[in-house]
């Protein structure tokens, strides 16, 4: 009975230092609620999150700034690349302990754009089709 009172009172950790809307609809679509050490945040102010009371792969997630339970507006393409070496285990210093070096060729971190309809790469040719269709003759009127 003892080894289980630890997730309870992280539970009321939680309940006390969220608000209760944000809690309730985390438990609802994530049905979890998990509490742990905030190891840093990024430029667009997600959260990282590390307690390694939980198991190996899911001891690390990150609490994105604005989440929008509604439509899951939230995508794991949020996540910067310096960050994703620390969320899948590649690494265990965190940009804030060890930033990465920068590079001339490193890009601005952009997101997956497929589900913006307007901003989605959509590829076109400049050749010529290889096979011409066909199209039958149209009978003459009379």
């Known amino acids: 009975m003892a080894g289980n009172i630890g997730p309870?009172?992280?539970?009321?950790?939680k309940m006390a230092s969220a608000?209760?809307?944000y809690t309730v609809?985390?438990?609802v679509n994530c049905n979890e609620l998990r509490y742990g050490t905030l190891v840093g945040t990024d430029s667009k102010g997600n959260e990282y999150y590390e307690n390694n009371d939980?198991?190996?792969?899911?001891?690390?997630?990150?609490?994105?700034?604005?989440?929008?339970?509604?439509?899951?507006?939230?995508?794991?393409?949020?996540?910067?690349?310096?960050?994703?070496?620390?969320?899948?285990?590649?690494?265990?210093?965190?940009?804030?302990?060890k930033p990465p070096a920068d590079r001339k060729f490193?890009?601005?971190?952009?997101?997956?754009?497929t589900p913006v309809f307007k901003e989605r790469y959509t590829p076109?040719?400049?050749?010529?089709?290889?096979?011409?269709s066909w199209s039958p003759p149209q009978p003459k009127s009379a």
């Open 19 to 21: 608000p209760l809307y």
């Open 106 to 113: 490193h890009m601005e971190h952009r997101p997956n754009m």
């Open 54 to 97: 939980y198991m190996f792969p899911r001891n690390r997630w990150v609490q994105f700034k604005e989440p929008n339970w509604f439509i899951l507006k939230s995508d794991a393409s949020d996540i910067p690349p310096e960050w994703h070496a620390w969320m899948h285990h590649m690494s265990d210093d965190t940009p804030v302990t």
């Open 124 to 132: 076109s040719t400049t050749t010529k089709p290889k096979i011409q």
């Open 8 to 13: 309870l009172v992280g539970f009321l950790k």
């Open 25 to 27: 609809n985390k438990y």
